[in-house]
C-alpha cells in the first residue's frame, strides 16, 4: 500500500487552519498515488491542548473542525486524523484521545489512545479516558492497528513508575492487525529520533507488521516537535524517514526495500529545534521580531547568532548595555557580532541610571559594604531596558540564560532573566560552547574572544564565573547528574564526585526554585528541561 506521512504543523485552536493543513497535505498525497494519509496526534485542534479541553467551546469546535474536514477530503482516499473525541461510556472521564480513519465523507472506524502518560511534560490522563479494547480497523483489503504516539511508545518502558499494564500493540496484532499507523506529537530532545528508529524496527519485527509513524512539527510554547516521520517494513528495516523541523507530505510504498538514512543528533539539529522553537513562538503568539541584551558573552552571542539565522536578521535588535565594569574586549566582541550577523544594534550605557540608583539607596544601604545586591542592581537595569524596548515595540524579548545557570540560580531574577522565551534554558554551559563551535563552523560568526575567554557576568572588578561556581565541566557533569537522571547525593559522590561540592551544589539547586518558576518558558531540548515537567516544591528541605 501506498501510504503518506503528513507532518502538519497545527496551531492549538486554529481549527480552521489545521483543517486546511490537513486538506492540503491530502490533496498532494492524493495527486501522488498515495491510498492512505496519516496525520499527527490530535492534529486537528493542536498538541497539547491542556486546559482548553475544560471549555466546551474548544471540545465542540474541534467537532464541528472534524465534520468539516470529513466533507473536504479528496474522494477514493483515506486519511486518518487526530482530534477530541466524547466518551460514549458515560463512565470516567468525558473526553478520549482518538484517532479515526476517513474515507468518502464518512468515518470508517476510530480508535482511542490506551495509555495516556504522566511523565515530564505529559499529562493527559488529567483530561482524557483510556480506550477499554483496541481494535483493527479494516481498509483497502487491510486491518489498520491505529496505535496512538504513546500506545506504540509503551515498548520502550519511559514511564518511571513502571510497565503498563496493557500493550496496544499486542492487542491490536492478536485481533488481526496487519498494519500499524502511529499518528504521534513526540515532542524533540536530543538523542531522540535515534530512540524513535530503534523502537519502531522492533515493533515491527515483534509485531511482523509495517509500522508507518507520523509525528507533528512545529513548536508550540517550550515543546518543540520535530517531524522526522517514519516507516519501517515488517522485518524492522527502516524504509523511510521525513525531513526535521519543517512541514513534509512523504508517500512510501510498505513494500519498499530502501534503507533510510540514520538519525544525525548533533548540534545542527539542535540548532534546527531553537529555530523552529523561535519561529513558531512568534507566529503563534503575533509577534514579529525580538530583541535582546547581548554582553560579549557566549549565551548571548549564542542566541543572537540562532535568532538571526533562523528568523533573519532583520528581525533581530540587540543592544550593549555596559556598565562600569565592562571591559573593552567585551564590548568589542559585541559589537564585532552585531556586524557578522547583520543585526540592529545599539548601545545603551548603564552608568547613569546605576549611579542613580545607588544614590537614592545609600540611605538604606549605609555603612554596608558592597555584594550581590550592587551586581543584581546591574542587570535588573538591563532587564529593565530591554523590556521597555520590547514594549515600546512589540518585539518579544528573549532570556539569554542558560542550564546552569537556572539550575543553580546563578542568574538575576528581573534581570537577565527578563524575557518571555529563553532559547537556550535547555543547554548546559559547556552544551552551549559545543553549540557555539558548531555555528562557527559555517564562518567566523561568534568572535574567537567569546569563544576562548573565561566566563564571567562582569558585574564587578575582575570577576569570574568560577568565583562562584566550579568548573562548567565539573559542575554539568554533576547537574546532569540530579536534574536529568534524578540521581540522589549518594549516588553522585558514589559515581566520583567529592561529597561536599555535590552537596553544595544540590543545596544551589533546592535554592533557586523559586527563580525558576518565574523565569521565562524553556524551550525544551533535554529528556527532562525546568518548566512542566519538572515539578519540585520550593519550601523543602535542603537535604533532598
Known amino acids: 500500500m501506498r501510504i503518506a506521512l503528513a507532518q502538519i504543523?497545527?496551531?492549538?485552536?486554529?481549527?480552521?487552519?489545521?483543517?486546511?493543513?490537513?486538506?492540503t497535505a491530502a490533496q498532494a498525497a492524493r495527486a501522488r498515488g498515495a491510498e492512505l494519509v496519516v496525520?499527527?496526534?490530535?492534529?486537528?485542534?493542536?498538541?497539547?491542548?491542556?486546559?482548553?479541553?475544560?471549555?466546551?467551546?474548544?471540545?465542540?469546535?474541534?467537532?464541528?473542525?472534524?465534520?468539516?474536514?470529513?466533507?473536504?477530503?479528496?474522494?477514493g482516499l483515506g486519511v486518518?486524523?487526530?482530534?477530541?473525541?466524547?466518551?460514549?461510556?458515560?463512565a470516567g472521564k468525558a473526553?478520549?484521545?482518538?484517532?479515526?480513519?476517513?474515507?468518502?465523507?464518512?468515518?470508517?472506524?476510530?480508535?482511542?489512545?490506551?495509555?495516556?502518560?504522566?511523565?515530564?511534560v505529559f499529562d493527559e490522563a488529567r483530561y482524557f479516558e483510556p480506550a477499554a479494547v483496541c481494535r483493527p480497523v479494516p481498509f483497502a483489503g487491510e486491518r489498520i492497528g491505529l496505535t496512538i504516539c504513546e500506545d506504540i511508545w509503551w515498548e520502550s518502558a519511559p514511564d518511571p513508575s513502571g510497565a503498563y499494564a496493557r500493550d496496544p500493540v499486542a492487542e491490536q496484532t492478536r485481533a488481526g492487525a496487519t498494519m500499524m499507523l502511529a499518528p504521534s506529537a513526540s515532542p524533540y530532545h536530543l538523542g531522540k529520533p535515534a530512540i524513535r528508529s530503534a523502537l519502531l524496527a522492533r515493533v515491527a519485527a515483534t509485531s511482523g507488521c509495517p509500522v508507518l509513524y507520523a509525528n507533528a512539527v512545529g513548536g508550540n510554547d517550550g515543546l518543540i516537535f520535530d517531524g522526522q516521520s517514519l516507516a519501517c517494513a515488517a522485518s524492522g528495516r527502516l524504509i523511510h524517514r521525513s525531513p526535521g523541523f519543517r512541514e513534509?507530505?512523504?508517500?512510501?510504498?510498505?513494500?519498499?526495500t530502501a534503507c533510510a538514512?540514520?538519525?544525525?543528533?548533533?548540534?545542527?539539529?539542535?540548532?534546527?529545534?531553537?529555530?523552529?522553537?523561535?519561529?513558531?513562538?512568534?507566529?503563534?503568539?503575533?509577534?514579529?521580531?525580538?530583541?535582546?541584551?547581548?554582553?560579549?558573552?557566549?549565551?548571548?552571542?549564542?542566541?543572537?547568532?540562532?535568532?538571526?539565522?533562523?528568523?533573519g536578521p532583520e528581525r533581530v535588535t540587540a543592544f550593549a548595555l555596559p556598565s562600569r565594569y565592562s571591559s573593552a574586549g567585551s564590548r568589542r566582541d559585541a559589537a564585532a557580532l552585531a556586524r557578522a550577523l547583520g543585526i540592529d544594534f545599539h548601545v545603551l550605557p548603564i552608568e547613569p541610571a546605576f549611579a542613580a540608583f545607588l544614590r537614592t539607596l545609600a540611605p538604606v544601604f549605609a555603612a554596608r559594604p558592597p555584594d550581590t545586591a550592587e551586581e543584581n542592581l546591574q542587570a535588573r537595569i538591563r532587564g529593565t531596558l530591554v523590556m521597555a524596548f520590547a514594549n515600546k515595540t512589540g518585539a518579544l524579548a528573549l532570556a539569554t540564560g542558560n542550564k546552569s545557570e537556572l539550575a543553580t540560580g546563578y542568574a538575576t531574577l528581573y534581570g537577565d532573566m527578563a524575557g518571555a522565551l529563553a532559547p537556550i534554558g535547555d543547554l548546559w554551559k559547556t552544551q552551549v560552547y559545543a553549540l557555539a563551535r558548531r555555528i562557527n563552523e559555517d564562518g567566523p560568526i561568534i568572535p574567537d574572544a567569546t569563544l576562548d575567554k573565561p566566563p564571567s557576568a562582569e558585574l564587578r572588578p575582575g570577576q569570574l564565573d568560577s568565583d562562584s561556581l566550579p568548573p562548567y565541566e565539573v559542575l554539568d557533569a554533576i547537574l546532569q547528574r540530579y536534574v536529568e537522571r534524578s540521581e540522589g547525593a549518594e549516588q553522585?559522590?558514589?559515581?566520583?564526585?567529592?561529597?561536599?561540592?555535590?552537596?553544595?551544589?544540590?543545596?544551589?539547586?533546592?535554592?533557586?526554585?523559586?527563580k525558576r518558576r518565574q523565569a521565562a518558558t524553556v524551550i525544551k531540548l533535554s529528556p527532562r528541561a525546568f518548566g512542566p515537567g519538572r515539578r519540585f516544591p520550593i519550601a523543602r528541605s535542603e537535604s533532598v
Open 248 to 256: 513534509d507530505v512523504a508517500v512510501v510504498d510498505t513494500d519498499s
Open 39 to 75: 496525520c499527527p496526534e490530535l492534529s486537528v485542534c493542536g498538541y497539547p491542548p491542556m486546559d482548553l479541553l475544560d471549555h466546551r467551546s474548544f471540545v465542540n469546535a474541534n467537532r464541528q473542525a472534524l465534520n468539516r474536514l470529513r466533507q473536504r477530503l479528496p474522494s
Open 95 to 120: 473526553l478520549r484521545n482518538a484517532a479515526s480513519l476517513l474515507a468518502d465523507g464518512a468515518v470508517v472506524g476510530s480508535q482511542a489512545k490506551s495509555l495516556l502518560p504522566t511523565y515530564d
Open 9 to 23: 504543523n497545527s496551531t492549538i485552536g486554529d481549527f480552521a487552519g489545521n483543517v486546511d493543513r490537513i486538506v
Open 492 to 514: 553522585i559522590v558514589a559515581a566520583g564526585f567529592e561529597p561536599r561540592l555535590v552537596g553544595r551544589v544540590l543545596q544551589m539547586v533546592g535554592r533557586a526554585e523559586h
Open 80 to 90: 486518518v486524523v487526530g482530534h477530541v473525541a466524547t466518551n460514549p461510556t458515560g
Open 261 to 311: 538514512a540514520p538519525a544525525g543528533d548533533d548540534y545542527r539539529e539542535v540548532e534546527a529545534a531553537i529555530g523552529i522553537g523561535l519561529r513558531d513562538y512568534l507566529a503563534k503568539t503575533g509577534h514579529d521580531r525580538v530583541c535582546l541584551a547581548v554582553s560579549g558573552g557566549i549565551d548571548s552571542a549564542v542566541v543572537a547568532a540562532v535568532a538571526a539565522r533562523r528568523l
